[in-house]
């Protein structure tokens, strides 16, 4: 049984750490202090919700209606392009600083539509968690198959917890607005990049 938990925990961790649209959205905000609690929950709870369906079997559904991803490809795409301009342009305000009068704390229902479609419009959310993790969690039964969606539910809600809330350490660089500039144009670069390879079987199939 044991073997079973580790083994989820071990993949489930192997698929959160990435670096992607999701995790470079998570570090901005834990940087800003901007709702960092509320962040890590949603997205832990969206990550647990998929595991289990996949464990489930639900991964059948998605494999059954191709139109799922394909809507995810191109919703996401247009999301990412979209942020990753926002990002970008906020790189030019070189006056910017981290500090406790200019954390620049967004609304909340501004940062759940934000965290929700960073996830939710992520085709990766479906193929690894649904279908890869779901489809080998077969080779376990009963008692096992819920440990090892325990395992990569806590992997996933550990990553996203300490994600959030480590990066207060790295505060004191970004007293200096340069380090923002950096930062904004490497998540533009990352949301454009993942559009991009969201778009690459559309744009060579024309």
């Given amino acids: 049984m044991e073997m079973a938990f580790l083994q989820g925990f071990g993949l489930g961790g192997s698929l959160v750490v990435a670096v992607g649209a999701q995790n470079a959205f998570i570090l901005k905000q834990g940087l800003k202090q901007s709702h960092p609690l509320l962040i890590a929950a949603l997205c832990s709870c969206i990550d647990a919700l998929m595991i289990t369906f996949g464990v489930l079997g639900f991964g059948r559904v998605v494999v059954a209606f191709p139109v799922i991803i394909n ?5 996401g795409a247009l999301f990412l392009f979209t ?47 649904v279908l890869l993790l779901g489809s080998i969690s077969v080779q376990f039964q009963g008692v096992e198959r819920v440990l090892f969606a325990v395992g990569a ?49 559309y744009i060579l199939a024309s």
């Fill in 83 to 129: 942020y990753g301009a926002h990002a970008l342009y906020m790189s030019f305000q070189h006056s910017r600083k981290l500090s406790t009068d200019m954390k620049q704390v967004e609304s909340i229902p501004r940062v759940l539509l934000l965290t929700l479609g960073l996830s939710l419009l992520n085709p990766s959310l479906y193929l690894d968690t």
């Fill in 153 to 201: 539910i806590m992997a996933s809600l550990g990553w996203f917890f300490s994600l959030s809330f480590g990066t207060k350490y790295l505060s004191p660089a970004f007293n200096q607005p340069q380090a923002w500039v950096y930062l904004d144009r490497a998540i533009c670069l990352i949301m454009w990049s993942i559009a991009l390879i969201l778009m690459a079987p």
């Fill in 71 to 75: 809507v995810a490809r191109i919703g």
